[in-house]
């Protein structure tokens, strides 16, 4: 089966803007040759990298998802390790590597799920099960490690207060009349974080994957009754802030954003709807015959490790290994869910056209 690109969709990038590193903050590492090992041979993977000198971390751009905290800390714990990365964005990363792969120049990539299905088909990635890795759950890794999730990102209401007298609490409540001309989302024709709602909005409604048809009618009901002020090729976070957006339905790494980062404060209330939501998975794989593999693998180490973990918490992104520990500062600004069902890729991917044309039939 081969994934359609379009859900690729620069990663699903289109909801990101920059992430400063949040104020509550996890206790860092101490470095490597001082403090003990965050796991069972970490500094004899340090000295094997120490030879290579360096990791190049491919479409880790450091305003998304708190990349730049990891870069800091990575820094620290490992000296002399020279980190370089760049951001390009999933589909054209993986690309970019299937065009070199004869003689790769990078040696991490990340991207959306989907495109770890992606590349792992094409051949262009090697098997690595970090440490962490049997922590997380089947469908968040490839069965040899090719690739494996490291965070993921939830469908929630993010809510203007001052816009919105009675904050929706469940898909239910977002079709309600009261909700007319309030709601903005994404297109799931063109990017990955409407597609992830109308998945979210299908298994509210009953569906599943075999079964789209009470979401589309779900979809159908919301546009048909008026309460969709908009659909939006780009994010709208700045649009968002400003005012100018009742209930915008997104990943939930902008909301905290712009709840605690951006000067919205109480005004803006971030809510998992009631009967469950779909979290999006973003995953990282080892390059096929990279130039750094060592120094690679300490990279990717260090990303699944409790200490890289916290440092997505950080950042308002989920961690993906269950159970990690987080300081009572960092959890107390992040979103509990009553359900949260991880986006199963093959599936998803397999119904791609079906919903996107399904959607348009509704909605359009």
């Known amino acids: 089966m081969t994934i359609d690109r379009r859900i690729l969709l620069q990663g699903l990038g289109a909801s990101a803007l920059a992430l400063a590193a949040a104020p509550a903050r996890a206790q860092a590492p101490a ?18 990298a120490l030879k290579e000198g360096m990791v190049i971390s491919n479409n880790t751009g450091p305003t998304w998802a708190n990349w730049a905290a990891l870069f800091r800390v990575f820094g620290q714990r490992y000296p002399n390790i020279n980190l370089v990365y760049n ?8 690309n970019a590597l299937d065009r070199t792969k004869n003689r790769p120049q990078v040696d991490t990539i990340y991207y959306f799920g989907a495109n770890g299905v992606d590349a792992q088909r094409r051949g262009l990635l ?25 965070h993921q990102l939830e469908i929630v209401f993010i809510v203007n207060k001052k816009l919105v007298k009675n904050v929706p609490k469940s898909f239910a409540d977002l079709a309600k009349p009261e909700y007319k001309g309030n709601i903005v989302y994404l297109d799931p024709r063109s990017t ?10 299908n298994f509210a409604q009953g569906g599943s994957y075999s079964n789209l048809e009470p979401g589309l009618k779900y979809m159908e009901q919301l546009h048909k009754g008026g309460n969709v002020l908009r659909v939006v090729g780009t994010t709208p976070y700045a649009q968002f802030v400003k005012g100018e957006i009742p209930i915008w339905v997104n990943f939930v790494n902008d909301g905290l954003r712009a709840k605690f980062m951006d000067g919205m404060g109480d005004d803006v209330e971030v809510v998992s709807p009631a009967e469950g939501t ?3 998975p973003y995953t990282i794989s080892l390059v096929k015959n990279g130039p750094n593999p060592n120094a690679a693998k300490l990279w990717l180490n260090f990303i699944l490790s409790d200490a890289g973990q916290a440092l997505f918490a950080e950042g308002f992104v989920t961690p993906s290994v269950p159970g990690v520990p987080l300081p009572d500062s960092v959890k107390a600004r992040l979103i509990t869910h009553a359900k949260s069902t991880l986006l199963d890729l093959d599936q998803s991917a397999a ?3 079906a919903l996107q044309s399904g959607w348009a039939k509704a909605a359009l």
């Open 31 to 48: 470095n490597v040759t001082t403090g003990p090992e965050l796991y069972a041979g970490e500094k004899a993977l340090y000295e094997e």
């Open 87 to 94: 951001d390009v964005g999933s589909g054209v990363a993986v």
């Open 126 to 150: 090697a098997p690595f099960k970090p440490t962490n890795f049997d922590k997380l759950p089947a469908l968040a890794k490839h069965p040899a490690g090719e690739w494996f999730t490291i």
């Open 192 to 201: 990955g974080v409407g597609q992830v709602f109308t998945w979210a909005a």
């Open 278 to 280: 779909v979290a999006a």
């Open 351 to 353: 119904q791609l056209q």
